[in-house]
């Protein structure tokens, strides 16, 4: 069975960090590109950092560069989204996504239309 699951999602303080990370189960990650996406209340989806599976590119929002790193374990078969310097705006759940080499020849790495599995979500809240 196909499954990527989140985890590390919780309530933390401004300027905290976290560390979430997405597991793959039923598939080998190596193949697939990665994206973290969130998605805050009342807001619309929004890509925040991806990983390309060919040559291990990254992007990252604007929002986020210099606070978020994307790194990917193919050994775990996980990848990791570190997030530093939390602020109160970066409340959102969280959710992973796999684009396979194939959705990869018709949309860019970080295109949540192409994204061929996506997990159930974590969530993280940022409030003093």
């Known amino acids: 069975q196909v499954q990527l699951v989140e985890s590390g999602g919780g309530l933390v303080q401004p300027g905290d960090s976290l560390r979430l990370s997405c597991a793959a189960s039923?598939?080998?990650?190596?193949?697939?590109?990665i994206g973290w996406f969130r998605q805050a209340p009342g807001k619309k989806r929004e890509g925040v950092s991806c990983?390309?599976?060919?040559?291990?590119?990254?992007y990252y929002a604007d929002s986020v560069k210099g606070r978020f790193t994307i790194s990917r374990d193919n050994a775990k078969n996980t990848v990791y989204l570190q997030m530093n310097s939390l602020k109160p705006e970066d409340t959102a759940l969280y959710y992973c996504?796999?684009?396979?080499?194939?959705?990869?020849?018709?949309?860019?790495?970080?295109?949540?239309?192409?994204?061929?599995?996506w997990g159930e979500g974590t969530l993280v809240t940022v409030s003093s």
């Open positions: 039923g598939f080998t990650l190596d193949y697939y590109s």
């Open positions: 996504a796999a684009m396979s080499r194939r959705s990869r020849g018709y949309y860019p790495y970080c295109d949540s239309s192409g994204m061929d599995y």
């Open positions: 990983i390309s599976s060919s040559d291990g590119s990254t």
